[in-house]
């Protein structure tokens, strides 16, 4: 029809955060370059929990979807999914270790800046009760 667009080879724009389920089974396998049946072993392999509807249908996100283009990179390399469960265990708590890490170095960069800024007040103030050059102690004579 003149004046409508048909792009169905464009795939659907993804959901707003990434992480909420809105493909259904056909579009996140096609997404993902594999079959319906890949999706649903993977799923009762435990690699990877869609979202479910009230009605029960699956709904798959965008992280879903890098995930499966993942397992699917492993797969390539040869590995079974056992391993792949591994691989994917392993690397979650990596990025958790590192995003920990991250936080723990700019928690620490606050410190030290915190930590300067007391050493520098209590010099100042050590500087302003110390006693005026001269002034020691004196006798009296009597």
């Known amino acids: 029809m003149p004046g409508q667009r048909s792009h169905p080879s464009e795939p659907p724009r993804p959901a707003s955060d990434g ?28 690699l990877l929990e869609p979202d479910r509807t009230p009605g029960g249908s699956r709904r798959y996100s965008d992280a879903d979807i890098t995930r499966l283009r993942r397992i699917s990179e ?50 100042r103030r050590e500087a302003n009760d110390a006693p005026p050059p001269g002034a020691g102690a004196r006798r009296r004579t009597g």
């Not at 809105?22 to 435990?46: F, H, P, W």
């Not at 590192?98 to 209590?122: I, P, S, V």
Request: proline content about 0%; overall charge positive; hydrophobic content about 40%.
């Open 74 to 123: 492993l797969i390539a390399e040869g590995i079974n999914l056992t391993g792949i469960g591994r691989v994917l265990g392993l690397e979650a708590d990596n990025a958790g270790l590192h995003a920990d890490n991250t936080d723990l170095r700019t928690r620490n960069a606050t410190l030290k800046t915190t930590n300067a800024a007391l050493q520098a007040n209590n010099t």
């Open 19 to 46: 992480t909420t389920g809105v493909y259904g089974i056909t579009t996140a396998a096609q997404l993902a370059g594999m079959s319906v049946q890949a999706l649903r072993l993977y799923e009762r392999k435990g």
